[in-house]
């Protein structure tokens, strides 16, 4: 049986929209903690970024 990605699991990401805007948030804070840099400048080059990655593989 294969397993559930966390997408099909998760309500908080049925929504594309509000999904990406909390991912981007995840990514931004998480990102502000490693270089000290505000959170909110970080979650702003990230938006205005148009690449896609679908998948990351986590070591």
Excluded: D, F
Excluded at 42 to 47: M, P
Aim: net charge positive; glycine share 2%; no cysteine.
């Amino acid at each position: 049986m294969k397993a559930k990605s966390l997408y099909q699991t998760n309500p908080y990401l049925k929504n594309k929209t509000k999904a990406r805007k909390l991912i981007v948030r995840s990514i931004a804070s998480s990102t502000a903690i490693e270089t000290g840099e505000s959170i909110v400048k970080i979650e702003e080059k990230l938006s205005q970024q148009h690449v896609r990655v679908t998948r990351v593989k986590l070591a």
